[in-house]
């Protein structure tokens, strides 16, 4: 069985950059074939819980100021305690969820 592990970026049939499997986690909520998407809250070595969210839906609403283009974008799923490693309020693992997957899109523009 194959895994990916990157992506390459083509422009004019030559390589211009390589982009790693974290590189491009942001994708994900993007992508509309998305069905569930695993994320550790928070998302360090020692995780309090792991949701999944599922069927995420994005919204962006670009915002065009005099020198820069700016985006707004709007993320939202349904999500299931998958597991839980210490006690933490349902309010908190929303915050905590937002937290990585605003991290994960925003690592993934910046590459």
């Given at each position: 069985?194959?895994?990916?592990?990157g992506?390459?970026?083509?422009?004019e049939?030559?390589?211009?950059?390589?982009?790693?499997?974290?590189?491009?986690?942001?994708?994900?909520?993007?992508?509309?074939?998305?069905?569930?998407?695993?994320?550790?809250?928070?998302?360090?070595?020692?995780?309090?819980?792991?949701?999944?969210?599922?069927?995420?839906?994005?919204?962006?609403?670009?915002?065009?100021?005099?020198?820069?283009?700016?985006?707004?974008?709007?993320?939202?799923a349904?999500?299931?305690?998958?597991?839980?490693?210490?006690?933490?309020?349902?309010?908190?693992?929303?915050?905590?969820?937002?937290?990585?997957?605003?991290?994960?899109?925003?690592?993934?523009?910046?590459?």
């Open positions: 069985m194959f895994k990916i592990i992506a390459y970026a083509m422009h049939h030559l390589m211009k950059a390589w982009f790693s499997e974290d590189d491009l986690k942001g994708l994900r909520w993007f992508n509309k074939k998305t069905k569930r998407a695993l994320v550790k809250i928070p998302d360090n070595k020692k995780p309090t819980g792991t949701l999944v969210l599922i069927k995420p839906h994005h919204r962006i609403q670009m915002l065009i100021e005099p020198d820069e283009a700016r985006f707004n974008i709007y993320i939202e349904r999500a299931v305690v998958e597991e839980m490693t210490e006690n933490v309020s349902i309010k908190a693992m929303e915050e905590q969820a937002e937290r990585v997957v605003r991290a994960e899109i925003l690592s993934t523009y910046r590459k």
